[in-house]
């Protein structure tokens, strides 16, 4: 049996590489995918003070710090068992607004667009932003824009764009300043007409992608979100929705803390990510996803009138369950306008500028879980802490762990649809890596716990022994 | 002109070197007259090539694959560049050095597993027993601290090395 190994799954946030097995004729027998990092912050947080936990946390992910700030404050409060001022959760959410703008940027027009503006199939020497760049310097220069407007938010409200210290157990350290306000205010205009010309850009190509929308993780699956009480999608303060592939709501409303009642793990033997799984449902059946496609087949409505809109059509052109992963892309575009939307509502809403933004208390609980939504999907942190706050447990389960039975499956099936073991070509291989930027999956994020194709076969014997490598 | 060729590197880091890089915003445009990215997440190259003018490594070398990639990327780069704490001192990814690596792993995906209790060893590197920084592996020609450092001071250290100034960082970089 012949092997072939993406070693280096490129424009992807994290380390990964994809083994695909091919039989004796040269077909796809089945693909594997490693996740090859692993941290331990669950093991060496242990001793800590619970309050160092966001900014330890943040360093999960440079990408999405601002997730792990949120999630790992709320699970803080939980300790402290303090409600936090409503001009503090508006302003969480205004700076979680802002990354899920700068993240689905980056993963549409830095990592992902180069797919689809240059081709699957083009020059992977010039396959990037780079290119972009060169030959679309319009789209490339609003992806930078629109990256930039959301990196602004979180800069403006807490000074840096990356690991931020102002999101604090209890709250924030700082309430927001007028002139700030005003200057997000004045850029968000071109900043919804970019994530406006962006969609109608998306929309009018989407249709010369069907062979891929057909077999990139074109399979039913479950999805989870968080939603609010009346069932629209929730960013910052949501509750657990599970929704089957046939649309019917199978659970629903399950606060952070009974997490764990429906979330298990499994540890994979080929993989640093572990498996969570819809407990109910046991392993492997219990197969769920999450992430931009999983939250807009999840929720209801969107709750703003822009994206609502969008959401109709979306629904409308490919059906009420949106079941290929491709449309994690276009689902991203409409979330990008959501919290842009978002971000000018909460802004123009005068009780923002209000100064009482953070509570302060002790250790009242010795147990708390954080939970929010991500920008690739459900993020939970819980915490166990002896009484004087020191760590004494820690469980995290990041957003693209909930995926990753599904991006497996996603990878087998592109793999089987695209991959010819005898007649191999650079393309094949970009799809299957496309299948996982598609997930836009955060490795960096999933193993708290780079780039290169190299188009190496290994023909190993039957006992898997290496017995010639051929570098295409 | 001929471009000089840059490649970026991301070992046991979180990419907020990467995305500070990112920070720089429009002036990626004229980095982009001066150089091709020729390796690393943002690009799709085959391999490390030959002869690279400048490498960016961010992170701290924490696995067998680490220190394989990175005294590989040695030999092939003129200028090595360690950015961000993790790659300088090693980090955070280095509050894992007092664990013993078999009690970290059964912590994470024994105990830490509601089924299919085991640790992965199927096609994932092993890691190394201790998260050390880069210069202790390979040499390394300059130190960029921070965590992340500025988008300011990403930008003032490529525009140097371009103009073949070894970049002055005092008052420009703090740790942290």
Redesign the interface.
């Known amino acids: 049996m012949k092997r072939i190994t993406i070693d280096a799954v ?6 990964a ?1 994809i ?1 695909i097995q091919l039989d004796d004729k040269g077909r796809v027998a089945g693909a ?1 995918l ?7 912050f ?4 242990e001793g800590r003070p619970f309050y160092e936990m966001p900014s ?1 946390t943040a ?5 999405c ?1 601002v997730s792990h700030l949120l999630a790992s404050c709320k699970a803080c409060d939980a300790i402290m068992s303090v409600r936090i001022p409503d001009t503090a959760v508006k302003l969480r959410e205004l700076l979680h607004c802002g990354q899920f703008v700068q993240s689905h940027a ?1 993963s549409f027009f ?2 992902s667009s ?1 797919d689809l503006l240059l081709g699957f199939d083009s020059d ?2 010039h ?4 290119g972009v ?2 030959k679309h ?1 319009d789209i ?2 609003d992806g ?2 629109l ?2 407007f959301g ?1 602004q938010v979180i800069e403006g409200l807490a000074k840096e ?3 931020p210290s102002w999101t604090v157990p209890g709250g924030v350290n700082a309430p927001l300043d007028p002139a700030v306000r005003d200057r997000i205010l004045a850029g968000l205009p071109d900043a919804k007409a970019i994530a406006h010309r962006t969609l109608e850009f998306f929309k009018g190509v989407v249709d010369q992608f069907k062979e891929e929308i057909s077999f990139f993780g074109n399979a039913p699956s479950m999805y989870a979100g968080l939603v609010d009480a009346s069932g629209s999608l929730q960013l910052y303060n949501g509750q657990i929705r599970f929704r089957d592939a046939e649309g019917k709501i199978i659970a629903d409303q399950i606060p952070a803390q009974d997490y764990s009642l429906f979330i ?9 990510l ?1 498996a969570p799984y819809y ?1 109910p449902d046991g ?1 492997p059946k219990g197969v769920y996803r999450v992430g931009p496609l999983a939250r807009l087949n999840v929720a209801d409505r969107c709750g703003t009138p822009e994206a609502d809109a969008e959401l109709a059509e979306f629904h409308q052109r490919f059906g009420q369950v949106v079941q290929s992963a491709f449309h994690y892309h276009y689902a991203r575009l409409i979330e990008a306008l959501y919290g842009l939307e978002r971000i000018e509502a909460i802004l123009n809403d005068p009780a923002i500028l209000d100064e009482h933004v953070r509570a302060h208390a002790g250790v009242n609980s010795l147990e708390g879980v954080g939970m929010i939504e991500a920008p690739r999907g459900i993020l939970i942190h819980h915490y166990k802490v002896d009484e004087t706050g020191a760590m004494k447990w820690a ?1 995290l389960i990041v957003a693209t762990g909930h995926n990753n039975l599904a991006i497996g499956r996603s990878i087998e099936q592109v793999s089987r649809h695209f991959v010819d073991g005898k007649h191999l070509k ?1 393309g094949m291989l ?1 799809r299957v890596s496309a299948v996982v930027r598609a997930y836009d999956p955060c490795f ?1 994020c999933s193993t708290h ?7 190496e076969i290994q023909l190993l014997a039957a006992d898997g022994t290496l017995l010639d490598t051929l570098r295409g | 002109m001929k471009k000089a060729k840059l490649a970026t590197l991301w070992l046991d880091g979180c990419s907020g070197c990467h995305m500070s890089f990112l920070d720089i915003d429009e002036a990626i445009a004229a980095v982009a007259q001066k150089v091709d990215i020729v390796y690393g997440p943002l690009v799709d190259a085959q391999s490390f090539p030959e002869d690279v003018d400048v490498t960016i490594v961010e992170g701290a070398v924490s696995n067998q694959h680490d220190l394989e990639q990175i005294k590989q990327v040695r030999q092939h780069t003129r200028l090595l560049v360690a950015l961000g704490d993790c790659a300088t001192t090693s980090n955070v990814p280095a509050m894992r050095n007092p664990i013993p690596v078999k009690k970290l792993l059964e912590r994470v995906y024994v105990e830490g597993s509601d089924d299919h209790a085991r640790v992965p060893t199927d096609g994932v590197p092993q890691l190394l027993k201790h998260a050390v920084p880069v210069h202790e592996v390979v040499k390394v020609d300059l130190h960029v601290p921070g965590c992340p450092p500025s988008a300011s001071a990403i930008g003032f250290v490529l525009g140097e090395l371009l103009e073949g100034r070894m970049p002055d960082l005092k008052s420009k970089v703090k740790f942290g």
């Not at chain 1, 490693?34 to 331990?40: A, N, W, Y």
């Not at chain 1, 396959?127 to 780079?130: F, S, T």
């Open positions: 490129t424009r992807i946030e994290g380390h590489k083994d594997t490693h996740v090859t990092q692993v941290r331990g669950e093991k060496f947080t330890i360093r999960i992910c440079g990408i710090p980056l830095h990592l180069p992977p020497a396959r990037n932003v780079l760049l060169e310097p490339a220069r930078i824009a990256r930039k990196q764009r990356i690991h298990g793990e499994v540890t994979l033997p080929t993989s640093y572990k407990k392993f469980n650079e970009n960096s716990a780079a780039g290169q194709i190299p188009m």
